[in-house]
């Protein structure tokens, strides 16, 4: 007994103290996995053993052991029951029994969903849109705890669908109404594999005509939950691993319950006292006293599907033709100098069903919305349309268009800056009148940095005065970090320019050299602009150095630039021949 104790003890304190062990076991050989989990139990058993085998009056020692034994498995089913007693009462008190419609419910009036488990702000997404979108509905309030601290009531907004002859504004667009496809059992079933992308972005088609037509989104004043006449709750609970509650309930103006739905989860101290050990994908491990999960409704309960089912509402077209009927719409909005920013607001839209699958035939048009100076607000739109390395040749007029345009945000300038950058060479060989005036204001071609580099294309003679100029600008910021995406742009066009920058080389290493360097800010820009100085022209041996640099440093980057200048000769050799 005394060695099983002092060997379980020991393996007890090493599973307690450094978990990790457990899980280094278990990918061992599985054994001292297990060996690790049971060693705590086993320990406390064995030592209550101990314990209660000294106070028993049996002189024999194989008797006295097993009777020991016995009275500790007692005690440990003992000790667990009045915490599980109360624990399983609490769980049946809380137990509300399913209702189920014997049709679908007709929602009226002034309806309120509250998720107040929720920490989204408040949104007109799908949900509230099936709910607004049924006959009777005049209005939705959306109540949810928000991204703070839960409060009492929560943050709410409301919604209706009025006409547009009562508001005649561009009103609101919902927030993925095209999800209603991945959350309708019926849409689910009749849409999947490459038909349930299409008929996502049907949805968002059907909705951009009809709230750019008759109809209009609009924000209203919220309802109170005594004045609703239907009131819609949604709770979503994990506290994992120790109890999850999902569920959903309908109730009308008189609070009686039309509809309720639930799945509950809960951990309940198991009968027998005993330790379990749990590990989580994100790497916490622990040990903790033993659990029973009880559980009760469909595990699959997904709230939000199980209440499109109950109520009756208009279930959105599907079908392609709403996405002709958007893009037919959007070329004659564009079309038209005439059209509303409501009607122009359908390019917008339209540009909005790309997610890194347009086609060659798309180009076109794709192009010209984004040259529009009437289309705003595509930031997050046209970051979804081309994969970051395949923006055609197509775009680059439309793109330098809208970097011009006064109301393009920097953000979007300096992505847009990036993706022409990354065109083949020559691309901006032959200006267009939108790229040269980019360069005659500062502001613009600070925030577009990127689409400094393509002044290489200009050639030398055109190029190094421009470039001159913007590293002029660019000093003149006291900041490093506001000069840094001018710098290097400017580094990455004298790379690309090569040999034919070599005039720009005293400048470059007067600034390289001076203390602080308005040009560098760390050893790898350091690197940088050597590995640019030696496309210039300069030879390896003659690019600068620090003066407290060791001789072993100052060879191992010189190597480094002399092994960076072959691979880039010899992956740019057709492009320089060109």
């Known amino acids: 007994m005394k060695y099983a104790l002092v060997i379980t003890g020991v393996l007890a304190g090493l599973a307690i103290t450094a978990p990790e062990l457990v899980v280094l076991g278990y990918f061992l050989m599985i054994v001292p996995g297990l060996v690790l989990t049971f060693a705590p139990t086993v320990f406390v058993y064995l030592a209550a053993t101990a314990v209660i085998r000294r106070l028993l009056p049996i002189s024999s020692?194989?008797?006295?052991?097993?009777?020991?034994?016995?009275?500790?498995?007692?005690?440990?089913?003992?000790?667990?029951?009045?915490?599980?007693?109360?624990?399983?009462?609490?769980?049946?008190?809380?137990?509300?029994p399913d209702v189920i419609a014997d049709r679908s419910i007709e929602l009226d009036g002034h309806v309120r969903i509250e998720r107040p488990d929720q920490r989204n702000e408040p949104e007109c997404?799908?949900?509230?849109?099936?709910?607004?979108?049924?006959?009777?509905?005049?209005?939705?309030?959306?109540v949810t705890a928000g991204r703070g601290k839960p409060?009492?009531?929560?943050?709410?907004?409301?919604?209706?669908?009025?006409?547009?002859?009562?508001d005649s504004g561009a009103g609101l667009f919902p927030s993925e109404p095209g999800k209603i496809v991945r959350k309708y059992p019926p849409l689910v079933r009749a849409n999947r594999g490459m038909r349930l992308i299409t008929a996502v972005k049907a949805v968002e088609a059907n909705w951009a005509v009809r709230l750019a037509a008759q109809e209009r989104l609009c924000e209203v004043h919220p309802i109170e939950a005594q004045a609703a006449d239907w009131a819609i709750h949604i709770q979503s609970q994990t506290n994992y691993p120790i109890a999850t509650l999902r569920r959903v309930t309908v109730l009308d103006s008189q609070g009686t319950v039309r509809y309720r739905e639930s799945y509950r989860k809960q951990a309940v101290p198991a009968r027998m006292f005993h330790f379990d050990f749990h590990a989580t994908m994100s790497g916490a491990s622990y040990f903790h006293v033993g659990r029973q999960i009880l559980e009760s409704g469909d595990r699959a309960l997904d709230p939000e599907s199980s209440l499109l089912q109950a109520i009756k509402f208009r279930v959105p077209e599907c079908d392609t033709e709403s996405l002709e009927r958007l893009r037919a719409e959007a070329i004659e909005a564009l079309n038209d100098p005439s059209a509303t920013a409501v009607r122009i607001d359908l390019a917008r839209r339209y540009l909005d069903l790309f997610f890194f699958d347009s086609k060659k035939q798309d180009h076109a048009l794709i192009a010209r919305i984004v040259a529009d100076d009437r289309v705003r607000d595509i930031d997050q739109q046209i970051k979804n349309v081309f994969s970051k390395d395949k923006t055609p040749a197509a775009m680059r007029e439309a793109y330098l268009y809208r970097i011009g345009m006064n109301h393009t945000s920097a953000d979007l300038r300096h992505w847009l800056a990036e993706r022409l950058a990354s065109l083949p060479p020559g691309t901006f060989a032959d200006p267009n009148p939108a790229y040269l005036a980019i360069w005659n204001s500062p502001e613009i071609y600070q925030q577009a940095a990127p689409l400094i580099a393509t002044l290489a294309d200009l050639?030398?003679?055109?190029?190094?005065?421009q470039l001159n100029g913007i590293l002029d600008t660019a000093l003149e910021f006291p900041n490093y970090r506001d000069r840094r995406a001018m710098i290097a742009g400017i580094r990455e066009a004298l790379v690309r320019l090569g040999p034919h920058a070599s005039d720009a080389t005293p400048r470059i290493r007067e600034l390289f050299?001076?203390?602080?360097?308005?040009?560098?800010?760390?050893?790898?820009?350091?690197?940088?602009?050597?590995?640019?100085?030696?496309?210039?022209?300069?030879?390896?041996?003659?690019?600068?150095?620090?003066p407290n640099q060791s001789p072993q440093s100052v060879e191992r980057n010189l190597r480094q630039?002399?092994?960076?200048?072959?691979?880039?000769?010899?992956?740019?050799?057709?492009?320089?021949?060109?």
């Open 459 to 465: 050639g030398p003679d055109r190029a190094m005065p």
């Open 513 to 546: 050299l001076r203390r602080p360097s308005p040009i560098m800010n760390s050893a790898g820009e350091a690197d940088q602009w050597r590995f640019a100085l030696a496309r210039m022209g300069v030879a390896i041996e003659d690019l600068p150095v620090f």
């Open 151 to 166: 409060s009492d009531r929560g943050l709410s907004a409301a919604y209706a669908l009025l006409s547009a002859k009562a």
């Open 125 to 142: 997404d799908y949900l509230s849109l099936a709910v607004l979108d049924s006959t009777q509905v005049q209005s939705l309030t959306t």
């Open 61 to 96: 020692p194989l008797k006295g052991t097993a009777m020991a034994f016995g009275v500790a498995l007692l005690l440990g089913w003992a000790v667990m029951q009045p915490f599980r007693m109360k624990a399983i009462a609490e769980y049946l008190a809380a137990e509300l």
């Open 561 to 578: 630039v002399a092994n960076k200048i072959q691979k880039y000769e010899q992956e740019h050799a057709s492009d320089e021949e060109t």
